[in-house]
């Protein structure tokens, strides 16, 4: 268990990524190949799940970490959750792991839901509509949210453009429709209970974003995948005012690099009072309401 009193702060946003670069016949190196250049990310392989947690450790951060199911809608292998969450517990020091269910799978991904929850100690979920490829509030992922929300743990949801597929032909395929966070809105009325985290500055939906979360209590922002240089400034006035307690730090390692972040935090304009919410106080109080 990660001791929350010696951290300095929590990124709620990493991704999980395969012990070597074994994806060649399906494209998924290629795709992270690109999505590195569009990142500026400093790495030819994707970093391991324990080199992650290296980092992490050295920079006395913990981290959620997490797959993306989304092997139907793209063709690119899933990376077994059990997988995913075996190698976390090694590194329960930092390392809080979240399950991905792709929400097509039905009533056959609720059960594992419910499983990962009991037997795995998974502690969250994430979903990534546009490389899944649906709406978030149709109602096939309804018997999904029902599992996760009797878990009583938190749902991530990508939100806003995002950099895979960004200069690929097609853009690889995916549409950005999906990650409209205004179709969360459903999923927070009806699944009032469950802890919902909009994930990334939603550009280019950002008042939408922040609209929902401060009408939803259970809906909460993390500030991925995005340096703080960049943050729209009605984003940084909410975090200062009306979402200060509903604000969460994340990077989206291993695309951006936390401590990266962390420096461009600090000379964004956020108040000296509100940094420790985002950077810890908000995610303790919410990963420990979860469990």
């Known amino acids: ?14 991704h999980a990524e395969e012990p070597c670069g074994c994806h060649a016949d399906d494209g998924y190196d290629d795709l992270q190949t690109t999505m590195a250049r569009y990142f500026g990310a400093p790495w030819t392989h994707p970093p391991t799940i324990a080199q992650t947690a290296a980092h992490y450790r050295a920079q006395n951060i913990a981290a959620v970490i997490f797959p993306v199911d989304a092997e139907r809608e ?47 100690g998974i502690q969250g979920f994430k979903f990534h509509p546009t490389m899944q490829g649906f709406y978030p509030n149709d109602r096939l992922a309804y ?5 996760i929300a009797e878990t ?10 995002t950099g895979v597929g960004s200069g690929m032909r097609g853009g690889n395929g995916m549409r950005l429709k999906y990650s409209n966070p ?9 699944f009032p209970d ?8 939603s550009f280019p939906w950002q008042e939408e974003a922040l609209s929902v979360a401060t009408h939803k209590p259970n809906v ?8 703080p240089k960049y943050f729209p400034e009605i984003l940084v006035r909410y975090a200062n005012t009306l979402l200060k307690e509903k604000m969460l730090f994340g990077s989206d390692w291993p695309m951006i690099a936390p401590e990266k972040w962390l420096d461009a935090f600090a000379k ?10 985002i950077l810890k106080e908000n995610a303790i109080r919410l990963l420990e309401g979860c469990r």
């Open 1 to 14: 268990m990660v001791d929350f009193s010696k951290i300095r702060a929590v990124d709620f946003h990493t």
């Open 74 to 120: 793209t063709g690119y292998r899933r990376y077994k959750n059990e997988e995913v969450a075996e190698a976390a517990a090694e590194h329960a020091d930092v390392l809080i792991p979240f399950a991905s269910i792709d929400p097509h799978k039905g009533k056959m991904g609720a059960r594992e839901a419910r499983r990962l929850v009991a037997d795995f």
């Open 143 to 147: 018997d999904l949210y029902e599992a």
């Open 152 to 161: 009583g743990k938190p749902a991530l949801f990508h939100t806003g453009q």
């Open 182 to 190: 205004i179709y969360i809105d459903d999923v927070a009325v009806d």
């Open 194 to 201: 469950m802890p919902i985290i909009l994930a990334h500055p």
């Open 220 to 227: 909460y922002i993390d500030l991925s995948g995005w340096s």
């Open 268 to 277: 964004a304009p956020f108040r000296d009072e509100v940094r420790p919410l």
